[in-house]
T-cell receptor
């Protein structure tokens, strides 16, 4: 069974850092691009960042560029999101998602989602 | 950035009725890189449609997608109780891979 399990969320003060992890199982992790999507309480979905299967190309929303870094360890089937300089408006549930197609592109819909991990930025 | 607009914001219907949801893009979406997701309360989103009109694995044929360019539609032919949820469109052709604000389908 294909599964994604996020971890690393919690309460953090403004300006702090947090590293999210997403453990993948049930598929050949290195052949799929992966993404992070977030959802603020009571709000809609916001794409955050994507990374190719090899990890050599990344893409990020302007709202997180320069603060968040997506990466992956294909030997450990794990996706990461390093979040620095956190702000109150980063408070959200963070989902990792797998794309449905293989290949060097990230231009695929997200077919498998984790259950999410909550990040709360507050003093 | 491609901005997606969804209408209506809320759709109030009865079980068994047909639902028609609209997603309009601020510029043409290349090669129909348009997806639809369903999100039930307290759950992660679920992929319904990719490539504007292709059903994802396990999605019933009561769900159908259509459209191209800047105008896309998700149709639910007969609403089942489990279909009352929020629906999002997303374009994944050009970074940033934006989502629409969502359409809530609730019980009339």
């Amino acid at each position: 069974e294909v599964q994604l399990l996020e971890s690393g969320g919690g309460l953090i003060q403004p300006g702090g850092s947090l590293r999210l992890s997403c453990a993948a199982s049930g598929f050949t992790f290195s052949t799929y691009a992966m993404s992070w999507v977030r959802q603020a309480p009571g709000k809609g979905l916001e794409w955050v960042s994507s990374i190719t299967g090899s990890g050599d190309s990344t893409y990020s929303a302007d709202s997180v560029k320069g603060r968040f870094t997506i990466s992956r360890d294909n030997s450990k089937n794990t996706l990461f999101l390093q979040m620095n300089s956190l702000r109150a408006d980063d408070t959200s549930v963070y989902y990792c998602a797998k794309v449905w197609g293989t290949g060097p592109s990230v231009r695929y819909a997200f077919d498998i989602w984790g259950q999410g991990t909550m990040v709360t930025v507050s003093s | 950035e491609i901005v997606l607009t969804q209408s209506p914001g809320t759709l109030s219907l009865s079980p068994g009725e047909r639902a028609t949801l609209s997603c309009r893009a601020s510029q043409s979406i290349s090669s129909s890189y348009l997806a639809w997701y369903q999100q039930r309360p307290g759950q992660a989103p679920r992929l319904l449609i990719f490539g504007a009109s292709n059903r994802a694995t396990g999605i019933p044929d009561s769900f159908s997608g259509s459209g191209s360019g800047t105008d896309f539609t998700l149709t639910i032919s007969r609403l089942q109780p489990e279909d009352f949820a929020v629906y999002y469109c997303q374009q994944y052709g050009n970074s940033p891979f934006t989502f629409g604000p969502g359409t809530k389908v609730d019980i009339k």
